[in-house]
Structures are given as C-alpha cells and as structure tokens.
C-alpha cells in the first residue's frame, strides 16, 4: 500500500533511520517522531494511515502513549503497532492491552516489515 503514511515513533536515531529507508524505498511516506510529546503532535496535524510505536521511550513509554491516542477522538481505530525489543512472557499481550494492534519485535526483519505493515493496514480497510 505504497503512497500511505506511517508515523514511526522512536526514540533511536539508528532506528528511525534503518526503518524510514526501507520503508521509503517500499513507497511509503515516513513521518517520524523521537518522544510522546513529539508524537502527538504529530499525529493531529497529519493523521498517520499507521504508527510504529517503540515501547521504551524516555518521556512516556510505548503502552502509556498509545492508550492516550486510543483516548482521543478520531483515533480510536488508527493501526498501532508496537515496535518493540521486549520479548519476555507476556509483553505482547501488555501492548495489546494498551490499545496496540499488533507487536513487531526488535530487531526487526527488514525484509518482512513491509508485508506485515500491509497486513494491519489492510485490517484497517476491513
């Protein structure tokens, strides 16, 4: 689903680099965002098609931004993603909680990113 925008919400200038490449290089337009704060600005001037959301963040984890954009009107079914190198018993389930949609774990295959964000995308138009 080239042409959609994704808001990628990291806090790893690596990161947001390795994943704006690949990503633009699949024909999306990548938004990106290094805190919470930052993010929800974002968010309501551009209205992402999907967000990737890191879960450790220093100013407000993944969990805690994401069930504040499920708060917000007009937000409540935008595709979230959780984005994320927490890997133990239980921390998907914890980002499905929050309001995420899905959970991508770090490090990410490069080469399954895009198939996947079409994936939750195409959900989305369900």
């Known amino acids: 689903m ?10 790893n200038p690596d ?4 994943i704006r490449r690949v990503l633009m290089a699949e024909g999306y337009e990548v938004v990106e965002a290094h805190t919470a704060h930052d993010a929800l600005e974002k968010i309501q001037s551009l209205v992402p098609d ?3 959301m890191d879960i450790n963040m220093p100013d407000m984890d993944g969990y805690a931004l994401t069930a504040r954009i499920r708060k917000t009107p007009g937000f409540e079914t935008l595709p979230i993603i959780a984005v994320t ?10 980002s ?3 309001g995420a ?7 990410i295959d490069i ?14 138009q369900q």
């Not at 959609?4 to 990291?10: A, G, M, N, R, T």
């Not at 990161?15 to 390795?18: F, G, H, Q, S, T």
């Not at 080469?111 to 989305?124: N, P, T």
């Open 85 to 94: 190198a927490n890997v133990m018993r239980g921390d998907r389930e914890k």
């Open 111 to 124: 080469d399954l990113l895009s198939q996947q964000i079409e994936r939750f995308m195409a959900r989305k």
């Open 96 to 98: 499905l909680k929050a």
């Open 101 to 107: 949609d899905g959970y991508i774990q770090k490090p």
């Open 15 to 18: 990161n947001r680099m390795l």
């Open 2 to 11: 080239p042409g959609k925008k994704i808001l990628y919400v990291e806090d």
């Open 50 to 52: 999907l967000i990737l």
